[in-house]
């Protein structure tokens, strides 16, 4: 496996897989690898002639400097596992390498920047956003992978893919989830062993909003029930539970069986912020 640093190197190589006309898969992440992750990888390995992931921490799209600061560093375990997964090459740039200056530009998603991750990370899309389209351009890959456990980072993207004319196309791979229903995130790490056995509860609860929804109960009933089960939880605190257009995030007050909708939520355990979601009608 390839280790790239600096976007020279990968100019060149990037240059010879276009002469051998040969497809590119990306996978970007911020490292701290876990299954999730290794669905992505094995869908690029098996729909594209070469793959490569990216680890950056991207400091523009934490909006706590602590959560920055705090945020795993598993370096020599991520490679050794992309490694033995088969993947090409790893891009590796330094802070300086993509944020040579801080950025003037900003990039406002409109209704997707403002409700749900948006209102309550002001500004992170806007990192997204950006770490993403210098991503973009310094990689040119064919297809990119984006797993659907940040459904709202994928509408986000789509738009940027969209809005920009990026020439490639998007691949979203479902959430991979504990066997206790736990949607897989490097966040995980951080629970301690009674705070992991109460974060399965998210997944359990949403299953439960499904089955009343689809059995017609309403949205309003169904959700501060939702509430009020986890209220009982002390280490559990809800900070949103919408329901919502997938791609568009509008968010509905009221549930209709007639188009597609997912349930958001985000929450705190403890002091990890989890979140999830889980189609309602696909
Ligand atoms: O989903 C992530 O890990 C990050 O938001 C991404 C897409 C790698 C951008 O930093």
Redesign the pocket.
């Known amino acids: 496996m390839k280790r790239i640093y600096t976007e020279a190197e990968w100019k060149s190589l990037r240059f010879g897989l276009f002469q051998e006309n040969k497809s590119l898969g990306f996978v970007?992440?911020?490292g701290a690898l876990h299954q999730g992750h290794l669905d992505l990888v094995a869908e690029s390995l098996s729909q594209t002639d070469y793959t490569l992931v990216s680890i950056?921490v991207?400091p523009t799209?934490f909006n706590s400097h602590e959560d920055f600061q705090n945020y795993p560093n598993t370096l020599e375990a991520d490679l050794a596992l992309l490694d033995s997964k088969g993947v090409d090459a790893v891009f590796l740039p330094s802070t300086d390498t993509l944020y040579p200056k801080p950025p003037q530009l900003s990039i406002d998603f409109g209704h997707l920047s403002r409700v749900l991750e948006g209102k309550f990370r002001p500004g992170h899309f806007n990192g997204?956003g950006l770490?993403?389209a210098k991503l973009f351009h310094i990689i040119q890959p064919t297809v990119a992978f984006f797993g659907q456990k940040?459904l709202q980072?994928v509408a986000v993207i789509r738009r940027l893919v969209f809005d920009f004319s990026f020439d490639l196309d998007l691949v979203v791979v479902p959430t991979r989830r504990e066997i206790d229903g736990l949607a897989m995130s490097s966040r995980n790490l951080r629970l301690d062993p009674q705070e992991r056995t109460i974060a399965p509860l998210l997944y359990s609860g949403m299953q439960e909003v499904k089955q009343h929804l689809l059995s017609g109960m309403s949205w309003k009933e169904v959700k501060a029930n939702f509430l009020k089960q986890l209220a009982a939880q002390k280490q559990l605190s809800i900070e949103y539970l919408e329901l919502v257009h997938p791609e568009t995030f509008e968010i509905y007050e009221t549930f209709s069986p007639l188009g597609p909708c997912s349930i958001c939520l985000a929450a705190y355990v403890s002091k990890i912020r989890l979140i999830d979601n889980l189609p309602i009608i696909e």
């Open positions: 970007p992440t911020m950056f991207n799209q997204v770490v993403v940040d980072q």
